[in-house]
């Protein structure tokens, strides 16, 4: 059975500061999506990662993946309000299903 | 665009009510699937579909019915709410894409209290 652990499950962060979000799963995968929540709302995506050491940047935002390692990071640099959030990755094993992580809170403080 | 779509937005059942949430992509997409969202447990997948006429259980599929008559349209049935069924739920739908794997389309969800 597919498990997807993200951590921290929260994260208080100043703006300005870096940080990084961790994603770990149990089984061999090469593709990993990573997926927005803003509270009340749906699931916007954000990146989708499909090989070993890809990595993709879009703003204050990076995310790479180390299939080896089984572990994906997005890394948030410069923090600001706007990205506060809860952010999901996301694992495929078979073509087309996802299992999701637990999610992390993200809130960013002035 | 409406993308996907989801009736209703808010819902209060008592238990052992029935109900059925519908949801509506215009997107053609093949895949379509039901999550359910609560607290500190991320998205977990109740019941999926890869096409029109097929059905398949996810990871929470006890207490819940599909069908996918038409391409578009997939419906997610409760026979009998239970409370442990309150929770938010998600639809969302998909295709394969060479070379960008499977991105899902989320609707905004159904929150559901069954009381």
């Known amino acids: 059975e597919l498990k997807v652990e993200q951590n921290p499950l929260f994260l208080s962060m100043q703006e300005g500061k870096n940080y990084t979000i961790y994603c770990n799963y149990s089984?061999?995968?090469?593709?990993l999506y990573w997926y927005r929540q803003d509270p009340g709302k749906s699931l916007e995506s954000l990146f989708v990662l499909l090989s070993n050491g890809a990595v993709k940047q879009e703003g204050r935002l990076m995310a790479s993946l180390d299939t080896k390692a089984r572990l994906s990071t997005l890394h948030i640099t410069a923090a600001v309000h706007d990205l506060s959030a809860t952010y999901f990755c996301?694992?495929?094993?078979?073509?087309?299903?996802?299992?999701f992580g637990t999610g992390t809170r993200l809130q960013v403080t002035l | 665009n409406a993308g996907v779509t989801q009736t209703p937005k808010f819902r209060v059942l008592k238990t052992g009510q029935s109900m059925t949430l519908l949801c509506a992509q215009d997107m053609n997409h093949e895949y379509m699937y039901w999550y359910r969202q609560d607290p500190g447990m991320g998205l977990r997948l109740i019941h999926y579909s890869v096409g029109e006429g097929t059905t398949a259980k996810g990871e929470v599929p006890d207490g819940y019915n599909v069908s996918r008559l038409k391409k578009q349209n997939f419906l997610l049935g409760l026979e009998s709410a239970a409370p442990s069924q309150t929770s938010v739920y998600f639809c969302?739908?998909?295709?394969?894409?060479?070379?960008?794997?499977?991105?899902?389309?989320f609707g905004a969800g159904t929150r559901l209290s069954v009381l």
């Open positions: 996301a694992v495929t094993i078979t073509a087309s299903k996802l299992t």
């Open positions: 969302a739908s998909s295709y394969l894409q060479l070379g960008a794997g499977n991105i899902q389309y």
């Open positions: 089984t061999t995968s090469d593709r």
